[in-house]
C-alpha cells in the first residue's frame, strides 16, 4: 500500500470514529480531544471541521509531506453513551500500547456492533423514570401509575414510528400528544390526588437534555457554530413537544384549578 | 421531622430512578447503572433539602447541579468513563417540568378559554412567574453541570501534551 492510500485510508476511519462520536451525542471538544488522540498515535496530524451533518478532515502526513482531505455526511442521531465511553476508553490504550491502524480498525468495528439494552428494558425504565418526575413533582402513587402508563405509550409510539423513517419532529409530536392524552383522560376522571402532575410528567421523556447541555458546553468552548446548532435542535424538540401537549388540553378542555 | 425525613428519602429515590431511566435510553455502560443512579439520588436529595430550608428553588436547582458536575468529573476519570456518562442523565431529574406545564396551561387558557379581564390579568402573572422560573431552572442546571467540567478540564488536556 503506498503512502497516498494508506493516508486516505487513515482519514476514513478518523472521520467514522468522529461521526460515531457526534451521533452517540458526545461535545465538539470531546470529538476534537479524541482525534487528537488517535493522530497522535499514527504520527499524523488531523484539522477538522465539525458541523452537524458533515465533517471534513484534513490529515497531514509531515515525514512524507502529503495531505488529503475527506468529507464524511453524519447518519441520523441516536445517543448511545457506550459507544463514547467505549471510544475514550480505546483512545487511551491506544497512546499506551501504540496501536497500529489495523488494530484501531478492528477495535472500531467492535465498538460499533456493542450490545444495546433489549427495548423491553428500555420502555420499563423510562415508564419507571417517568413515575419517578410524578412523585417528584408531588403526585401519589395513582398519579405515578397513570404517569407510568402514558409514557409506556408513548414512547412506544415514539419507537414504533421510527419503523416508518417520520421525521423526527413529528414522531416527537405523535409521542407527546399520544402520552398526554392518555394523562388527559385521568385528568377528566381526576385519579389520584394531584392528576395533573401525571399529564406534565407524562412527556417529560422527550425532553432534549442532551443537546441543550452539549450546546452550552460547546458555546462555552468557543463551538459557537454547533452550540447554536445544537441549540436550536433543542428548541425543536421542546416546540413540538408542547405542541403535542397544547393540542391534547385544547381537545380535552383542561382547565387551570 | 420523621416523615419530613421520609419523604426526602422517597423523593431522592424516584430522582434516582429518574435519572437511571433516563441513563438507560441514553444507552450507558453497565458498569456506571449503580453510579448514575447514586449521583441522580444525591441531586435530588441536595435539592428537595435545600428547598425544604425555604432556598429559592433556582438556587438549590443550581446547588444540585453543580454537585453532579463536581462530583461527576473526578469519579469519571476513575472509573475511567468520560464525564458526559455521569454529568447528563442525573440532572435530568430536576428539569422544571412542572413549571414548563403550568406556563403552557395558563397560555392556552389566556389565548383560547379565559375572556373576563381581572382573570387574564391573572393568567399574565402566572405565565410571566411560571416561564421565567423554568427559564432560570433551566440555565442554572446547563451552567451548574457545565461549569465544573470546564474548570477542569485543563488537567485532561495537560495529561494529553506529556
Known amino acids: 500500500m503506498d503512502e497516498s492510500s494508506k493516508l486516505i485510508k487513515t482519514a476514513d476511519l478518523l472521520l467514522d470514529i468522529s461521526s460515531l462520536l457526534m451521533v452517540s451525542g458526545a461535545n465538539t471538544s470531546r470529538i476534537n480531544v479524541t482525534i487528537d488522540r488517535f493522530a497522535s498515535v499514527l504520527n499524523i496530524k488531523a484539522s477538522s471541521f465539525i458541523s452537524h451533518k458533515t465533517i471534513v478532515m484534513t490529515l497531514l502526513d509531515e515525514k512524507a509531506n502529503l495531505s488529503r482531505t475527506r468529507v464524511k455526511n453524519i447518519p441520523p442521531y441516536t445517543i448511545n453513551f457506550t459507544i463514547i465511553s467505549a471510544i475514550s476508553k480505546a483512545s487511551w490504550t491506544a497512546i499506551d500500547e501504540q496501536w497500529s491502524l489495523e488494530k484501531i480498525n478492528e477495535e472500531i468495528n467492535r465498538i460499533k456492533i456493542l450490545e444495546k439494552y433489549p427495548r423491553w428494558l428500555i420502555l420499563i425504565a423510562v415508564s419507571l423514570a417517568g413515575a419517578g418526575f410524578c412523585n417528584i413533582f408531588n403526585g401519589d402513587y395513582l398519579n405515578m401509575l397513570v404517569a407510568f402508563v402514558s409514557t409506556f405509550i408513548g414512547l412506544y409510539i415514539f419507537q414504533e414510528t421510527h419503523k416508518f423513517k417520520y421525521n423526527l419532529y413529528i414522531r416527537i409530536f405523535l409521542g407527546s400528544f399520544v402520552s398526554s392524552s392518555v394523562a388527559s383522560i385521568a385528568v377528566i376522571y381526576s385519579l389520584g390526588a394531584n392528576p395533573q402532575t401525571a399529564l406534565a410528567t407524562s412527556i417529560l421523556f422527550l425532553v432534549p437534555g442532551v443537546p441543550l447541555i452539549n450546546s452550552f458546553t460547546d458555546l462555552m468552548d468557543s463551538n459557537i457554530l454547533n452550540g447554536l446548532v445544537r441549540f436550536t435542535t433543542g428548541f425543536m424538540i421542546v416546540l413540538a413537544m408542547t405542541i403535542g401537549l397544547f393540542l391534547a388540553m385544547y381537545l380535552f378542555q383542561i382547565n387551570l384549578r | ?162
Do not use: C
Not at chain 2, 420523621?2 to 422517597?10: A, G, N, P, T
Not at chain 2, 449521583?39 to 430550608?53: N, R, T, Y
Open chain 2, 1 to 162: 421531622m420523621l416523615d419530613v425525613v421520609i419523604k426526602l428519602i422517597e423523593v431522592s429515590f424516584w430522582s434516582g430512578a429518574a435519572a437511571l431511566g433516563f441513563g438507560i435510553l441514553f444507552n450507558i455502560p453497565k458498569n456506571s447503572i449503580l453510579t448514575v443512579f447514586l449521583l441522580g439520588a444525591s441531586a435530588g436529595f441536595i435539592k428537595f433539602l435545600l428547598i425544604h430550608f425555604n432556598i429559592h428553588v433556582v438556587l438549590s436547582s443550581f446547588t444540585a447541579a453543580s454537585f453532579v458536575g463536581i462530583i461527576g468529573v473526578p469519579l469519571a476519570h476513575k472509573i475511567h468513563q468520560p464525564p458526559v456518562v455521569f454529568s447528563i442523565p442525573p440532572v435530568i431529574p430536576m428539569i422544571p417540568g412542572y413549571f414548563a406545564y403550568e406556563t403552557v396551561l395558563s397560555i392556552m387558557n389566556f389565548t383560547f378559554m379565559v375572556d373576563s379581564p381581572e382573570k387574564r390579568l391573572q393568567l399574565v402573572d402566572v405565565i410571566f412567574t411560571n416561564g421565567f422560573t423554568m427559564v432560570f431552572v433551566l440555565l442554572a442546571l446547563t451552567v451548574g453541570v457545565a461549569l465544573p467540567m470546564l474548570l477542569m478540564k485543563k488537567n485532561t488536556v495537560k495529561k494529553l501534551d506529556n
